[in-house]
């Protein structure tokens, strides 16, 4: 840069950087909001004005993760005594609930949703990232008749709005009985998913040199010996960072799962706002689920930093 | 190439005998997963297109009768269907033009040297990861009118965002535009990075004004990158679902996935619902090939 433009560049560049920061901090406001809301005492989450210093609590965590009833006095000592200690959490924070009529301890729903929404996210992405990894090498290494058209196939149906799928789908799992369980979701989320784990495989399959297979294929492997011992390893990074926007899909996933199931299978997604219209709805409690949930993701986030671009558009653009 | 390693290959050679040849592993490695795709995707989509012609009710056990286009007449005939078709319309057009003008005004801000830019850019791409029903449940008690942040924040009083119904829609478009901006920002700052530096610099020399080199350099070049993220931001507001649905029930906010929704799974009207879905995806398929078009225009300049 010229000389000249220096003094002007940098009070520009100060200039960018408080936007940035002031930026920052609107964006992330409200997750930062739905976190400390999980950690703050009932009477303190819906004050005005807002809560901002507290002490911080895992009551709210408890609530959600056991089923109670209200009791129409504050516990008398032999209740408390009875207490276990988190229960004791809940009744210091001046609520007076039991977890049930007779006070045995009941799990709430959550912690099912929860299981469930790993089991089907979990494997609807092996899944989905095992098959698009063959069919991306498929693709990558062979001629293809009709290459381009079979890929535009495949992105296809990933356009698809869930509604309009899930309106056959519902009427053929209720003839096949596959309603409300987790092989529903699960074929589902693989059939979303693959298109996209084809599409960006394929880009990390096209990176790697094929000279490494001719190498091998000289040396006398097969050619499927060439690709679990030489290409799968070199597409590791790959394969990893497909698997965890895979993840995140069917973690996130919300109109299939609401139209799928509605108990035995039901996911975290249509759960946690089913909660909400029921009667007393505890913020701190809902809070505290959500950050569960959110959780995982904004984890993978961190993770995935370096492929986000590239995942985000279905492998079109890498940097 | 595939061939040309097979020329290579001696085909007396113990590799090329053992094992399965090439043809084998390319079918059995591709085939699968068209065919799955067919079987979950496409065949599914036949089934209901023949549901769609007639009065069909999945809560009844009436037979379906045959209706011919009875379906698709009555539904483009539909006053209340069209008001749906011009809710959607107008939430993409507010939400994307939005998620626009942030994720393009804050890329700009982001493309330069920025102490800790990296962790910076991942903190603004968080919103983008998160699901978007839950994303909705706890907007709710950030717009709640009595003790939510954005009015206190706003100085708002006790403003009515979800349950007014000529604000409603624009709330759930504001809840979009947060969490979507970053995505427009990522795709923006890969655009922008591209850029290369001595057309700045050359234009530095020229004396040009920042507004000229924004206009005539930053912009022309950024714009078929840009494109992708509306194509992509459209097609996916065109579909919304999950934040409507949860933010509101207002009528003013019944884009045309809650209608069908509601159609198929509450009012249990399946065969006109099927009929529904078969318009809404040829007007999806008829956007993208409309962005298309665009995108390859603007890639040719």
């Not at chain 1, 293809?144 to 296809?156: A, M, R, T």
């Not at chain 2, 399965?20 to 079987?39: A, C, Q, Y």
């Not at chain 2, 009875?70 to 057009?93: C, G, H, M």
């Not at chain 2, 009118?145 to 708002?156: D, H, K, R």
Request: charged share 15%; aromatic share 14%.
């Amino acid at each position: 840069m010229a000389a000249v433009t220096t003094s002007t560049e940098r009070s520009l560049n100060k200039l960018a950087i408080v936007g940035v920061l002031i930026v920052t901090m609107i964006f992330l406001a409200p997750i930062y909001w739905i976190a400390s809301t999980a950690f703050k005492p009932r009477n303190l989450a819906t004050t005005i004005p807002p809560t901002v210093v507290f002490q911080p609590e895992i009551s709210p965590f408890v609530k959600l993760f056991t089923k109670r009833s209200q009791l129409r006095t504050a516990p008398t000592p032999e209740q408390y005594a009875a207490a276990p200690w988190w229960e004791r959490l809940v009744f210091d924070g001046g609520e007076k609930v039991v977890r049930s009529g007779r006070g045995e301890v009941q799990w709430s729903g959550y912690p099912n949703r929860f299981m469930n929404s790993l089991i089907v996210a979990i494997t609807s992405t092996v899944l989905a990232v095992g098959m698009g990894t063959f069919t991306a090498y498929g693709f990558s290494r062979f001629k293809i008749k009709g290459e381009q058209d079979l890929l535009f196939f495949i992105l296809s149906t990933r356009m698809l709005p869930p509604v309009v799928v899930a309106i056959p789908m519902f009427l053929m799992y209720r003839v096949v009985g596959l309603n409300d369980t987790h092989w529903g979701l699960i074929i589902l989320y693989t059939a979303f998913n693959l298109s996209f784990s084809v599409w960006l495989m394929k880009g990390f399959m096209d990176e790697i040199p094929k000279e490494y297979e001719e190498a091998a294929l000289v040396d006398g492997y097969t050619r499927m010996e060439a690709f679990f011992k030489i290409v799968l390893p070199e597409a590791a990074t790959g394969i990893a960072a497909t698997a965890v926007f895979c993840f995140i899909t069917a973690w996130n996933e919300y109109a299939f799962a609401l139209i799928m199931t509605n108990r035995r299978a039901q996911t975290a997604p249509p759960f946690i706002p089913s909660q909400v219209g029921s009667g007393l709805s505890d913020w701190t409690v809902i809070a505290a689920g959500t950050f569960l949930f959110l959780l995982p993701v904004a984890i993978f986030t961190f993770l995935l930093r370096n492929h986000l671009l590239r995942g985000m558009s279905f492998g079109a653009i890498r940097k | 190439m595939a061939t040309a390693v097979m020329t290579t290959l001696d085909p007396n050679s113990r590799s090329a005998a053992r094992g399965m040849s090439d043809l084998t592993i390319r079918n059995l490695f591709i085939i699968p997963t068209i065919v799955f795709l067919i079987v979950f995707n496409i065949f599914p989509l036949i089934y209901s297109l023949g549901y769609s012609f007639t009065d069909f009710r999945a809560s009844s056990p009436a037979a379906a009768n045959f209706v011919g286009l009875q379906n698709y007449r009555e539904l483009l005939n539909d006053p209340f269907i069209w008001s749906n078709f011009a809710i959607t319309a107008k939430y993409v057009i507010v939400s994307v033009v939005g998620q626009v003008i942030v994720g393009f005004g804050v890329a700009l801000l982001l493309n330069r040297d920025i102490p800790l830019k990296g962790l910076l850019t991942t903190l603004l791409l968080l919103p983008m990861m998160l699901s978007m029903a839950v994303v909705g449940l706890f907007w709710k008690l950030l717009y709640d009118p009595s003790f939510g942040i954005i009015n206190y924040t706003l100085g708002l009083g006790s403003f009515e965002w979800l349950s007014n119904p000529d604000m409603a829609l624009y709330a759930v478009a504001i809840t979009d535009i947060w969490m979507w901006s970053p995505f427009v920002m990522l795709l923006s700052l890969a655009g922008l990075s591209a850029v290369p530096k001595h057309l700045y610099e050359a234009a530095a020399i020229d004396r040009a004004g920042s507004f000229y080199t924004f206009f005539r350099i930053t912009l022309p070049l950024v714009a078929p990158i840009l494109m992708i993220a509306i194509i992509f931001r459209t097609m996916e507001a065109f579909k919304t679902f999950d934040l409507a649905y949860i933010l509101t029930s207002q009528p003013t906010t019944e884009v045309i996935s809650i209608r069908l929704y509601k159609m198929a799974f509450q009012e249990w009207q399946t065969g006109r619902s099927c009929a529904l879905a078969y318009i809404v995806l040829i007007m999806i398929l008829a956007i993208t090939n409309i962005y298309v078009k665009y995108l390859n225009k603007v890639k040719e300049r």
